[in-house]
């Protein structure tokens, strides 16, 4: 065997002081609070461990989009229906933030009986159409609403992309692509989480 090969590597050591999990006023862990720092960026990546917090950081993020910097709505997109019960409504005031999270049980189409196809593009149609501020749907579904309506279809509004690591550059990737001709458009704000 000859002699091995040097790999490099990073390593990393945290506190274990708990700090991590303490609130601050608005009720938000340190990681949402730093995420909730950069809220006014069009195009914000939360990278954060599993359980850390993101859904609840996006939260924070996307109702300060929608009461303070002009966004009609905010699009939720998961990769599989049962993630989107991440995104049911939470009380945030209860904790000391400014607004509650509310997605109307029409909006959040992972409830929905019946295929990402179909009923649920329309019901993403009828959304866009609509006043009601949060919709939450798989991946599956917004590709092909987006194929349907168009990107245009999404300006002004607030598309979360929620365990984007899914999402390739690849160009066969469909959300990849359409998450391209956003930002190439520039008229909707996305974070991505991962």
């Known amino acids: ?76 997109v998961v990769p599989e229906k049962a993630i989107g019960s991440s995104f049911h409504d939470a009380p945030l005031s209860q904790f000391g933030f400014w607004a509650d999270w509310r997605v109307e049980p029409r909006w959040n189409l992972c409830d929905a009986p019946g295929g990402d196809n179909g009923g649920k593009v329309d019901a993403v149609k009828k959304f866009l159409e609509s006043e009601a501020k949060v919709l939450v749907c798989t991946h599956a579904t917004f590709r092909f609403a987006v194929d349907k309506f168009g990107v245009e279809a999404f300006d002004d509004r607030l598309i979360a992309v929620d365990e984007f690591h899914h999402v390739s550059a690849n160009s066969d990737n469909k959300l990849g692509d359409h998450v391209r001709q956003f930002m190439t458009r520039d008229k909707t704000h996305i974070v991505p989480m991962t």
């Open 1 to 76: 065997m000859s002699n091995p090969t040097a790999i490099p590597s990073v390593s990393v050591t945290y506190a274990h002081d708990g700090s991590s999990t303490k609130a601050n006023a608005l009720g938000m862990r340190p990681m949402q609070e730093r995420a909730y720092q950069k809220r006014g960026e069009q195009y914000l990546l939360i990278k954060s461990p599993p359980a850390s917090g993101k859904s609840r950081a996006l939260m924070f993020i996307a109702l300060d989009k929608l009461e303070n910097q002009g966004l009609k709505q905010a699009i939720i």
